[in-house]
């Protein structure tokens, strides 16, 4: 499998009033094109860091960032985010929100395929029927879900999430990790989750990076090794159970 993101020997300080702020310290990253790494890691230690050096949106001050093999720099609209508030707007319905990225990406693109793409992944994840809602209309765990979708529409090389879950109650948020796992079957993508949820890492994960430490650095790499059609049952069997233990 050919390598997608590779971050290697990535060291950060943000320049703050008090002086320098170490944030990432010798940070290295693999994540092979089609998997999903969840990493994990205290609040504070760098994860949203992470995910702005691996979007582009910032250089570190040494080390790499390779998507392809290519040295990242500068924003790439090839990488698709979603975050724990999406930002959906308000003036468009659930679907014209899903639309946006594909008429920044793909202009060029029939209207009618544009919809025919937003509706196809609107159903995937439950939200048939709710095309022409407008966002405050949802609950936060059926906007999280359009967020999902308008994050993929356009195919990106790359689903960047940062602690999506995270403002969601727990049946919610299990709802959710089957939806994603479900997205992920049908079409399969190359994500890097950010969570400090450990059940949350172990069942979407195929690696699990755990970072820790101030300046963060990578403490382990965990290969998850739980069936590929796992569903949320697997959380409540002992092998599961063992792989956090391992930790
Ligand atoms: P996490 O997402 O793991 O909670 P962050 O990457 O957001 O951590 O932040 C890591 C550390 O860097 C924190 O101490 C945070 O306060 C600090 N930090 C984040 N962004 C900035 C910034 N733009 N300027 C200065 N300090 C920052
Ligand atoms: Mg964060």
Known sequence: MDTLIDIRGVTHAY???HGPLPVLDDLNLSVPEGEFCAVVGPSGCGKSTLTRLVAGLMKPDQGEVFLH????TGPRKTVG????????????????????????VAPGMARADKIARAEHLLDM???????????????????QRASLCRSIVHKPEVLIMD????ALDN????DLWQ????LRAAEPFTAVLITHDLRESVFLGDQVVVLSG?????????????????TIDILYEPTAVNMLHDL
């Open 214 to 230: 101030r300046p963060a650095r990578t403490q382990y790499v965990l290969d998850v090794d739980l069936p590929s059609d796992r």
């Open 163 to 166: 602690e999506p879950f995270g």
């Open 15 to 17: 320049q703050t009033k």
């Open 69 to 72: 093999g290519e040295k990242i």
């Open 171 to 174: 049946f919610t948020r299990e």
């Open 125 to 143: 994840v439950g939200l048939k029927g709710f095309e022409t809602k407008r966002p405050s209309e949802l609950s936060g765990g059926m906007r």
């Open 179 to 182: 939806t994603m796992r479900d």
């Open 81 to 104: 985010m979603a975050f724990q508030n999406p930002v959906l707007l308000e003036w468009r319905s659930i679907l014209e929100n899903v639309i946006l990225p594909l008429e920044i």
